[in-house]
């Protein structure tokens, strides 16, 4: 009889838990691969970059002077660097037209790679910038100008003059807080920078380099992106999960401004590196490892990488530092996210599920175990119980003997009344 208990009441917790609604679990808006290891060692990557002349490519650069050409669309296709520094390089952008790209870092290191021979060499000139760390290096739309800034809040103008050897014109050259990110748009010859405490504010290259401030200085800015080719517009990230749209108005750059900045409290974690995944859309790599999506034009967030999705496949990899990541030009929801360590992780979308079938057939299982298990449970207590199953064969037994009983009585009835007839 115990036994009989037990699967009964195992039955009936069955019973409960099918009728429970089902539970909806939030899951990444793409899935990871495998990752692809550049090496198998720790290489200290900072920054990557995407650009290219007729294929995107994506450079990524770290500590020891350390650099890398990757295939934008296949990472496994890749091309080591050989640089002429041993300093740790922070920041890379590529020339509008893809042929080159200029790689900056600490202590005044400022390179050229050139895509024509994978050459990285040392530019000419670039002792003036005084041995300062370097974290941020932007060319404007037209590639006439490059701005190249670090600590001290120093930012220079850089370009080639007619000898070869570099120009650098101090726009910033006082005291201030560290340069974080410098960011230009794509049509437009104006730049947007971010400090660690000395806000916000846009360079008009049209005219002489012409500083606007925006303020928001409250703020320790992390860097910043000019995504956006439909409008003027910029996205600037900060600590305590910060985001800000920054609007830079071309025709009257001093009615520039910061519109809003919003804190995103649905995530954990913070902000490390903002890059473009197309155009009004960004994607926000976080520590720990997880990506947020930035829509630029319905002006929301939403978790790109999941932290849970990444720390349930594996602890060493959730636990790594992400550098950035870039979408592939053909499909903004295909691409890549690399970690400092050297892991290249790809993203896909997600198999497209239907919540409304899912929860359909959670219910008719619901249902159906509903109707069989309570069977099941009293099958099982009648086997197991001679009482009830006396009980039973003495009551069937009984409308066995009553049925004969009216069986005998309705054939005497037929057989008086077909006598009664003859006589007739």
């Known amino acids: 009889m115990a036994t009989v208990k037990r699967v009964a009441c195992a039955l009936l917790a069955l019973l409960i838990v099918s009728c429970l609604p089902p539970t909806v679990v939030a899951a990444s808006a793409v899935e990871l691969d495998n990752p692809i290891w550049l090496a198998e060692s720790d290489l200290g990557l900072e920054v990557l970059a995407v650009g290219g002349e007729s294929s995107q490519k994506v450079l990524i650069a770290g500590a020891d002077g350390y650099a890398r050409l990757l295939d934008g669309t296949d990472p496994n296709v890749q091309i080591g660097l050989t640089t ?19 790689l900056v870092g600490d202590n005044g290191a400022m390179l050229r790679y050139a895509a024509e021979d994978h050459s990285v060499t040392t530019v000419s000139g670039s002792g003036a910038l005084n041995g300062v760390d370097l974290a941020a290096v932007a060319w404007n739309a037209a590639g006439s100008v490059a701005y190249v800034g670090g600590e001290g809040g120093w930012i220079w103008a850089y370009h080639e003059g007619e000898d070869g050897i570099g120009v650098f014109e101090p726009i910033v050259n006082e005291s201030g807080s560290r340069v974080t990110g410098i960011a230009c748009l794509d049509e437009e010859y104006f730049c947007a920078v971010t400090t660690e405490s000395d806000g916000i504010f846009i360079i008009d290259s049209n005219s002489n ?46 009615r520039s401004g910061v519109p809003f900045v919003q804190t995103v409290w649905s995530l954990s974690g913070e902000f490390t590196h903002v890059h473009t995944r197309s155009p009004r859309q960004t994607l926000v790599t976080m520590s720990p490892f997880q990506i947020m999506a930035w829509d630029m034009a319905e002006v929301e967030a939403y978790e790109w990488v999941e932290y849970s999705d990444i720390s349930e496949r594996s602890d060493a990899l959730a636990g790594e530092r992400l550098i950035g990541s870039w979408a592939t030009v053909d499909n903004a929801n295909i691409g890549f996210v690399i970690t400092s360590y050297g892991a290249v992780i790809g993203f896909h979308p997600a198999p497209v599920t239907s919540v409304w079938t899912d929860s359909l057939i959670s219910y008719i299982l619901g249902a159906v175990v509903l109707i ?11 086997m197991n119980s001679e009482t009830l199953q006396r009980k039973y064969y003495d009551r069937r037994n009984a409308k066995r003997e009553a049925a004969e009983k009216a069986r005998v009585a309705k054939e005497k009835a037929q057989k008086k009344a077909a006598r009664k007839g003859k006589k007739s």
């Not at 300093?87 to 080159?100: C, F, N, Q, S, V």
């Not at 069989?372 to 009648?382: A, E, K, S």
């Open 84 to 102: 002429t520094t041993t300093e740790t390089l922070r920041a890379i952008d590529w020339h509008p037209r893809g042929k080159t790209a200029l």
């Open 209 to 254: 380099h012409a500083m606007y401030f925006l303020g928001k200085e409250d703020t320790r800015w992390l860097g910043i992106n000019c995504a956006d080719s439909v409008g003027e517009t910029c996205v600037a990230i900060g600590e305590g999960r910060a985001i800000a749209q920054v609007d830079i108005d071309t025709n009257q750059p001093d």
């Open 372 to 382: 069989v298990v309570p069977g099941v449970v009293l099958g099982l207590i009648f």
